[in-house]
């Protein structure tokens, strides 16, 4: 659906993808025609096991859904979490007050996801990253749900032009201070080079 409507999209599209979303934004840029650039925050290829388990709200839970998701996916399928209880929310912002508003907003940590959503997570197995685009990572340095080291080989599978930057101090939500400003000064560099190209 991205990319159908980046390919619907006149003049540069320039896609961005945050948290999770960063590698469907990959995807879904590679699926276009005409995707000058990409800019994500983590890269997860959570079909990798360990990646997956590792962004769970606790290991044994992403290790417990993946063995569910392989032998009994027509009961898992059915069971609809939380996302509160499903991904650390807690871990999501350096903020207290930002914590607590993705734990309690009922289209964030309330939302109740149905776990076949999950399981399509992990069934998406990406290889090498290959496409005329160029790609921004600016992974956040304190990240400590999804720490920079988990984005780091799908980035190496990346055949693009590439950059990444580590944020300092910055949360899984980088509003944190230097992190914030460097953000800001990455994607306007970024987004002059894709107009100067």
Known sequence: ??????????GPVVLRGLSVGGMPAVLAA??????????VTTLLDMGDPAVFARAARWRWLGVA???GLRWIP???????LPLWLAAPMDKMSGHAAM????????PLGRLRVPSRFFRTLHA???????????????????DVWTPTHLSLPAFGRVDNPKRLRELSNGTHLPLEQPARD??????TDFLASISER
């Open 1 to 10: 659906m991205v990319a159908a409507l980046a390919d619907r999209t006149e």
């Open 30 to 39: 590679r699926a276009a025609s005409d995707v000058r650039g990409v800019i």
């Open 182 to 187: 460097e953000l800001r000064q990455e994607l």
């Open 65 to 67: 859904s993946l063995r």
């Open 124 to 142: 998406c197995k990406v290889g090498r990253i290959e496409r005329r685009y160029a790609l921004l990572l600016a992974h956040q340095g304190a």
């Open 99 to 106: 914590r607590d508003y993705f734990t309690a907003d009922p």
């Open 74 to 80: 027509f009961v898992v399928d059915r069971l609809r």
